[in-house]
């Protein structure tokens, strides 16, 4: 047990830095939180700042799922991974840096993926980009990739540590995307390209 103690905390720790939000600070000169959704996720980053802070906010919260995972499976194994993983995850959504109110877990989610099976990782990523250009909507293939995760992943005959994860993940990723499925069932939902505004107080 004393062996998950370093990386659960390091990997909330790591998570818990807050690129989206550091990305509209210095490349937009705006606080994140008070535009659009008042989500620090990349997401919101691209619909309000545009291409380039939104794809700097999105590496950077892929990078910090990945590098943990990639690190931590490297030394001391999967099961200890996916654990890591999951705890960068829950920083990234929780973060401590900024009173625990972050964004939603997919672009961190999909590092700790990628670090693990990639395969899973590249199914899902071409999914998530085939369901947007369709539908113009991020939170859509959002909710449609963390419903394919555990199915995929089942399919591939992956780890039963990592599939247990892939529930849970799936599972959490929906459930931070609840105010975009009731605004999904309504027929409010935002798209890409649609102008956002500044976040009433």
Do not use: Q, W
Request: with cysteine; glycine share 12%; net charge positive.
């Amino acid at each position: 047990m004393s062996n998950y103690i370093l990386p659960i905390i390091l990997g909330y720790l790591f998570g818990s830095i807050p690129f989206s939000f550091l990305s509209a600070k210095y490349l937009g000169k705006i606080d994140i939180r008070n535009y659009g959704s008042g989500n620090s996720g990349a997401t919101n980053v691209l619909r309000t700042l545009g291409k380039k802070a939104g794809i700097v906010a999105f590496i950077g919260d892929f990078l910090k799922g990945f590098i943990v995972v990639a690190v931590v499976n490297s030394t001391l194994g999967l099961d200890i991974a996916v654990v890591s993983g999951a705890f960068t995850v829950i920083g990234h959504c929780y973060p401590v840096f900024l009173k625990f109110k972050g964004g939603k877990g997919v672009a961190t989610a999909g590092g700790t993926i990628f670090a693990l099976y990639p395969l899973v990782g590249f199914i899902l990523l071409i999914s998530l980009v085939i369901i947007v250009m369709i539908s113009r909507m991020v939170s859509l293939g959002s909710i449609s990739v963390a419903f394919l995760l555990p199915i995929i992943s089942l399919l591939l005959n992956t780890d039963k540590s990592f599939l247990i994860y892939s529930i849970i993940m799936g599972l959490f990723v929906i459930y931070k995307h609840k105010a975009n499925i009731s605004r999904l069932l309504k027929g409010t939902e935002s798209k890409l390209g649609s102008t956002t505004v500044k976040k009433n107080p």
